[in-house]
């Protein structure tokens, strides 16, 4: 109560608050790109709060774990809430990293928000092409799982990479040996990588001439001669890919170009992982379609400074390293709708958790009655995933009774040491408690 009653306060004088979004309407709703970044956004926790807390984004990442639990064999919604989760191994970012994008996607679409056209930077354009349509979830997810799986075997290890605050002209007179110009990123932010060695060396350079960067988190040298021997594997197995004409318009940072969606087969996921990145080429591109708001889908934004150098457009995160998510999400979401951008009909609440939930017509009835609802399992492991895989089934069930779950688990309840009561009136309670358990 107090935080809306600063943000008010903050409305009537014309001051600023957190959280607080002021506009006007335009003629027209405002066109909004996705933006999907590459390597470099994750955190420890990052989208945790919103896993336990937002129905949208949680079915979106339990659906991704599923298929990469087929495709790696691991759980990455595991790795995602380990506090030693392997968040820096390609082999898990880089699926986790499409995971979360996809879900940070159905949420903004859940709330009203759809692209006019999507851009994806690296590894960002597996998400990116499969909301544009270009490729389906089943593709999309393999080629996620196993561009990072090779890179994991094949790559990590031999390079970095660091992005220099300068244009890439200025950072070219300090390359030597197989230091390479692995991308634009923007006016003033150029990725470098080559062998540690050399990107070690390079950084005492530029140190010693006041050039300021930061090294990228990924452990290998992608966009550079350094990853050419992966290139053959990849392409041999993402051979049966089925690309298709978008759905989305979709600019490329392989071409800097509009791609159609056909071409998007193993070939260019070669060209993908080799080629220099191209953000500033695309971004000149998202010119031409007249865009009033770009929303970078990612952990952390990465690539909003360059935008904000390039385009005339408002720039928003979905998450901020470190920072409250649901307030993050919709804060930006404010700023939108203070531009003239519609969101959901439904009226949803936010609470202290990012609690998104959608009530029914009249709401919950006052008098509902409290069920006692038991889980138990033999591990603390196994007992966040019992409560990962009975939250699937409670919200694949939309005619679940809650007295039905309670009566069948307390009926079933197998005498185990790890074990948790849930106390609740309705199928919302159940969830929000199992995802509380799942997320520790």
């Given at each position: 109560m107090s935080e809306l009653r600063t943000q008010l306060d903050a409305f009537a004088?014309?001051?600023?608050?957190?959280?607080?979004?002021?506009?006007?309407?335009?003629?027209?709703?405002?066109?909004?790109?996705?933006?999907?970044?590459?390597?470099?956004?994750?955190?420890?926790?990052?989208?945790?709060?919103l896993l336990a807390g937002m129905p949208v984004f949680r079915r979106s990442m339990m659906r991704s774990d599923k298929r990469m639990r087929e495709l790696l064999?691991?759980?990455?919604?595991?790795?995602?809430?380990?506090?030693?989760?392997?968040?820096d191994d390609m082999d898990v970012f880089q699926p986790l990293l499409f995971s979360l994008q996809v879900a940070l996607a159905d949420a903004w679409k859940s709330l009203g928000v759809e692209p006019a056209v999507v851009v994806g930077q690296s590894v960002g354009e597996f998400a990116a092409a499969h909301v544009a349509g270009a490729l389906d979830f089943e593709d999309a997810s393999r080629l996620a799982a196993s561009h990072g799986r090779l890179l994991q075997q094949l790559a990590v290890g031999r390079g970095e990479g660091i992005v220099v605050t300068t244009g890439a002209d200025v950072v070219k007179q300090y390359l030597t040996g197989q230091l390479t110009v692995s991308g634009h990123n923007g006016p003033n932010s150029t990725l470098v990588t080559g062998t540690p060695q050399e990107i070690d060396g390079l950084v005492a350079r530029l140190t010693e001439e006041g050039v300021t960067t930061h090294r990228v988190r990924m452990g290998h040298a992608p966009h550079s001669p350094l990853v050419d021997h992966v290139l053959a594997p990849l392409k041999t197995e993402l051979a049966d890919l089925r690309p298709r004409t978008t759905d989305i318009p979709m600019i490329s940072t392989v071409t800097g170009e509009l791609v159609d969606g056909t071409e998007l087969g193993p070939d260019y996921w070669a060209n993908n992982l080799r080629w220099e990145i191209q953000v500033v080429?695309?971004?000149?591109?998202?010119?031409?379609?007249?865009?009033?708001?770009?929303?970078?889908i990612s952990p952390h934004?990465?690539?909003?400074?360059?935008?904000?150098?390039?385009?005339?457009?408002?720039?928003?995160?979905?998450?901020?390293?470190?920072?409250?998510?649901?307030?993050?999400?919709?804060?930006?979401?404010?700023a939108l709708y203070a531009a003239g951008h519609p969101v959901t009909a439904s009226l949803f609440l936010a609470g202290d958790r990012g609690r998104h939930v959608t009530p029914g017509p009249s709401g919950p009835a006052a008098d509902e009655q409290v069920h006692l609802v038991p889980v138990s399992a033999h591990s603390a492991g196994a007992l966040a995933d019992t409560c990962r895989e009975l939250s699937n089934h409670v919200e694949r069930d939309a005619g679940l009774r809650v007295s039905d779950l309670a009566y069948t688990l307390a009926t079933r309840r197998s005498h185990q040491n790890h074990r948790i009561a849930l106390f609740a009136r309705n199928r919302q309670d159940v969830l929000d408690g199992l995802a509380r358990v799942a997320a520790g």
């Open positions: 004088t014309g001051t600023t608050a957190a959280g607080l979004s002021v506009g006007e309407r335009t003629a027209r709703p405002p066109r909004v790109a996705f933006l999907f970044s590459g390597n470099g956004s994750q955190w420890v926790g990052m989208g945790r709060q064999g691991f759980s990455l919604v595991d790795q995602l809430l380990a506090p030693d989760g392997r968040l080429e695309a971004l000149t591109k998202l010119r031409e379609h007249d865009v009033d708001a770009v929303v970078e934004p990465v690539l909003l400074k360059s935008v904000a150098e390039m385009l005339p457009a408002t720039t928003l995160p979905s998450l901020r390293r470190g920072n409250d998510e649901a307030a993050t999400l919709l804060g930006s979401l404010g």
